[in-house]
């Protein structure tokens, strides 16, 4: 009888081990998602309109001031619950350009007109061919590029108000500062 006992707890030690392995990966796991455009200039921007409203352009990023590129969508819902984090940082006068990425239109109109716009400047990606040049693989992401138009921070995953806190606006101050 013991022997058996102990044939049918191995299977069990052996999942609960596993999910011991699994759950150390998350919790040890800290930093964000690399991205290749780290220290190099952005990419260019090449957007359709929103309703008319101004387009980013390249020039915009290379203006010698730290600014923010966000990549958003009405259908997005971690991109409501940080809506408020941007009117934050807009309302700190940090340049927010924003991309409204694979979205229909009027979708999105819907969403800055319940919202509220925090964005300088906004265009559209329908088609998602812009968030490939920027490594963009789920929304939202946002960038922070600095005053010569490099990217040196990016956010895959909703500003929350602890990112905000701890790690965008120190970007952000540490880059008005150094540059």
């Known amino acids: 009888m013991n022997r058996n006992y ?25 930093e964000g998602l690399p991205s290749q455009l780290i220290g190099k ?19 915009d ?20 619950a940080e809506h408020p984090n941007l009117e934050v940082l807009n309302s700190m006068g940090i340049p927010i350009y924003g991309i409204n990425y694979k979205d229909n239109e009027a979708n999105a109109l819907a969403f800055i007109e319940e919202l509220g716009n925090p964005f300088k400047k906004i265009g559209r990606d329908p088609k998602g061919r812009l968030g490939i040049d920027w490594g963009v693989y789920g929304i939202p992401e946002t960038f922070i590029i600095d005053k010569n138009g490099a990217v040196v921070y990016r956010l895959a995953g909703p500003i929350t108000q602890r990112t905000m806190t701890n790690e965008i606006i120190p970007a952000i ?4 500062i150094d540059n």
């Open 6 to 30: 102990l044939l049918l707890l191995i299977p069990f030690l052996f999942v609960i081990g596993l999910g011991l392995i699994f759950l150390a990966g998350i919790i040890g796991k800290k």
């Open 61 to 80: 990023l290379l203006k010698p001031e730290v600014k923010m590129v966000n990549f958003w969508a009405s259908w997005c819902v971690p991109c409501r």
């Open 41 to 59: 200039q952005a990419p260019s921007i090449e957007l359709e309109s929103l309703a008319g409203m101004e387009l980013p352009l390249r020039d």
């Open 173 to 176: 101050n540490s880059l008005s």
